[in-house]
């Protein structure tokens, strides 16, 4: 199992927008990303827009693969991309795993 960690930052004036979708995530949006094979996903966001995601699965590559090729995940993609700071596309397009130093089991 690979675990992923990656940051994004969110507008400062975006940010309560973003906490509130994220609230409401569209159920077939949460369909998609378990049949890809996200497992254990979760996103924490900071005050200043700093927002660090966590998820496990088998193959990231892969997990991502299946994700790009959903409908609901383009819809997702274009409706959050406003979103952020600092991205020429999409926001999973901007997703760069963090090098892991060190893990407790």
Not at 77 to 103: I, K, N, S, W, Y
């Amino acid at each position: 199992m690979q675990r992923v960690c990656f940051l994004l930052k969110v507008k400062a004036d975006r940010l309560e927008e973003y906490r509130r979708r994220h609230a409401e995530v569209w159920p077939e949006m949460k369909a998609a990303l378990s049949e890809a094979g996200w497992r254990n996903y979760s996103i924490f966001c900071r005050e200043d827009g700093l927002l660090v995601g966590y998820l496990e699965t088998e193959d990231f590559a892969a997990a991502q693969a299946a994700m790009a090729a959903t409908a609901v995940n383009a819809r997702w993609q274009a409706e959050t991309a406003p979103f952020f700071e600092g991205l020429d596309g999409r926001p999973d397009e901007g997703m760069v795993p963090l090098t892991e130093v060190f893990h407790l089991d």
